[in-house]
Nanobody, 123 residues
Framework: QVQLVESGGGLVQPGRSLRLSCAAS?????????????MAWYRQIPGKQRELVAG???????NYADSVKDRFTISRDNAKNTVYLQMNSLKPDDTAVYYC????????????WGQGTRVTVSS
């Protein structure tokens, strides 16, 4: 099973950009096995359910929440075992803890979460 570590969160003004990174490590995190994971970013506001922000499949197909379409871009670098979330035109409503998520295609019950990175959008 992979372990996930997020980075890149912080405080940013509305309208600015931020890029989150999620690095996978562990005995299963070689390039060939990392590519066998569906990767996604979720976010959670205190008192609310965790929600899907964006996901990316092994062949690069992506899906986004309506609230972030045309502003956020998810990408992956299988050689670096890393998934990214480029966030542009940030709004105060984007303030949340962002979590990296991995789901194995070969073992569908294997789900891994990162520890989360906080993003605060405020002037």
């Amino acid at each position: 099973q992979v372990q996930l570590v997020e980075s890149g969160g912080g405080l940013v003004q509305p309208g600015r950009s931020l890029r989150l990174s999620c690095a996978a490590s562990g005995s299963a995190a070689s390039e060939s096995t990392f590519s066998a994971y569906y990767m996604a970013w979720y976010r959670q506001i205190p008192g609310k359910q965790r929600e899907l922000v964006a996901g990316i499949g092994r062949l690069g197909g992506t899906n986004y929440a309506d609230s972030v379409k045309d502003r956020f871009t998810i990408s992956r670098d299988n050689a670096k075992n890393t998934v990214y979330l480029q966030m542009n035109s940030l709004k105060p409503d984007d303030t949340a803890v962002y979590y990296c998520y991995a789901n194995s295609y070969d073992r569908p019950t294997e789900i891994t979460w990162g520890q989360g990175t906080r993003v605060t959008v405020s002037s």
